[in-house]
Structure formats: structure tokens, C-alpha cells
């Protein structure tokens, strides 16, 4: 290793080797953090493409750690009803078999609405919104989406289409302690996510956005259209779904 020599007053020299000093051991520390950072998402996301691993999000680690205790079922995709998997699709990222993780269009446009001092509407993909629940926090804030931008690409690039989707309804959160769409259908609707009718899958999916408030057994009038609305667009949906049927 380079070492540095230094003079003290008297002019006399001696030699220092950087990377042992304060800032040196600072510098390794950060850049070895970094890389750790990086990392860390690749290799657990690669973990993430063998179908009988069962990741859990952050929330439900938040759950452990304060011992509040969480109901989650896991249950493959194809044990989940096809008018749930079309709504919540329709509902939360009807480009998801187009995009490679950001619709570039729909952020663009928040972008430019929020810089006008213009109210924003979202454009959280379901990648997106998967490496959030998994890596992130959930209070907003411009270095949370700063990371979860490239965090959704690398979800993307790395996990199946249909791995992605199965990863997300089964940690998506449905109510305070109630996560995945098994418990979810279990609680609100006593029936399995496999038999979810078409009307209670989409009061599931337009629950998604705000389920601490929303109830999707109890809908008010507003929900209620709400679903009618994805409902519909869910039927029709077609090509849109086309990557994960």
C-alpha cells in the first residue's frame, strides 16, 4: 500500500500510511457500505426468483420487531382469483407488462405537475411499489422515490413478470396487521383468494391505496363506485394482463 511521507516542524520526515488514519478508515468504511447497499437488493431479489421462498416486506419486519404480530398467508399465483389479479392490475399499473419497472410517461408528468405547484396524481408502478415494500420505508419523500426509481428497474430486470405480481399480492398490505390477498379475502370476505367474485376483487384492489382507511367490506359510496368503474375496466382488460395469464 502507497504510503505518504510527512514533515513535522523540526523538517524531519516519517512516513504515514493514509488508510489508517480517521478519514482513510471513514472513506473504506462508506465506500464498503455502499457496496453492501448495492448488493444486498441483487442478491436477495435472485433469492426472491425461487418460488418456494417467501419474502416478507418491511412492514411486516416493523410488525416483528414491535411484536404488534401480523396475519399473511402465502399462496401462488395461480391459486389466485384471475378478477383479482386483473383488478389490482388495472387498478395499481395497468402497463405493468409494458414498462420495465418506472412508467417513465406517468412520472414525467408528476415531475413537471409538482415543479408548476400543480396537485399530483401517482405513478407507483407495481414494481415500484414491490421494492418499496421490500427495501424501503413508507412515509413519502424525495430520497425514498429517488431509491425506489432504480430499485424498480432492478425488480424488473431480475424477477419473472408473473414471480413480480405473486411477490406483491402476498405482501401488499390490506388493513392494519393484514397482509397478502389470502388473509385479506379471509378477513374481509371469509372466502379464499381463489374464490374472490368479481365485485369483492375489485373492493379489494381499490383498497390498495389507502388501507388503513379503506375497508373493502364496508365500502362507502365513493369506493363503491370506485370498484364499479375497475370492474369493468378489470373484464376488459385483455392485452393488458396478457403477461401473467
Known sequence: MARLLVRNKRGRGYLVNPGRSPVGRAVRYLILGGIILIMLPIILLSLYRL??????????????????????????LDRISPSLVNSVMMSEDARFCFHNGVDWDALNSVVSDTIDGEQTRGASTIPMQTAKNLFLWTSRSFIRKGLEVPLAVLTDLILPKQRLLEIYLNIAEW??????????????????AAKLSPRQAAYLAVTLPNPIVRNPARPGRGMQTLARVNERRARGAGAYVGCVN
Open 51 to 76: 418460488p418456494f421462498i417467501h419474502p416478507i416486506s418491511t412492514l411486516m419486519v416493523k410488525d416483528i420487531v414491535t411484536f404488534s404480530g401480523y396475519d399473511r398467508r402465502w399462496v401462488p
Open 175 to 192: 388493513g392494519p396487521g393484514i397482509y397478502g390477498i389470502e388473509a385479506a379475502s379471509q378477513y374481509h370476505f371469509k372466502t379464499s
